[in-house]
């Protein structure tokens, strides 16, 4: 019986870091994925925002025009919306 009391604590050490490191494994595993997530989700973003269509689109936002184009610089049409709204309102529309 002393032998297997014996056997036995000499035993639990071992067997309480392997539970514990196979959970630890875990838990990182886990945490690997969702970061290879975020990178692939991040890779996608990047890829969209420095492509052509999306470089123009925000030159466009900034207000930048190509060569040979002309810009009209439109004021006024918070007025204008709502001008049209009063107008629709009154004809019943």
């Known amino acids: 019986m002393g032998a297997l009391v ?3 604590f000499l035993y639990y050490q071992p067997l ?3 539970f514990e490191a196979r959970e630890a494994l875990g838990e ?3 945490e690997v994925r969702a970061l290879e ?3 692939r989700t991040l890779e996608r973003r990047l890829a969209e925002k ?3 269509e999306s470089l123009v689109r925000e030159a466009r ?3 930048y025009v190509r ?3 002309r810009l009209f610089i439109v004021k006024g049409i918070p007025a ?3 001008a049209q709204k009063q107008r629709s309102d009154r004809h019943g529309g």
């Open 80 to 82: 204008w919306l709502h």
């Open 37 to 39: 997530h975020q990178k």
């Open 16 to 18: 309480r870091s392997y």
């Open 28 to 30: 990182r595993s886990a």
């Open 67 to 69: 060569a040979g184009e």
């Open 61 to 63: 936002r900034l207000g």
């Open 50 to 52: 420095t492509s052509r």
């Open 6 to 8: 014996l056997v036995a």
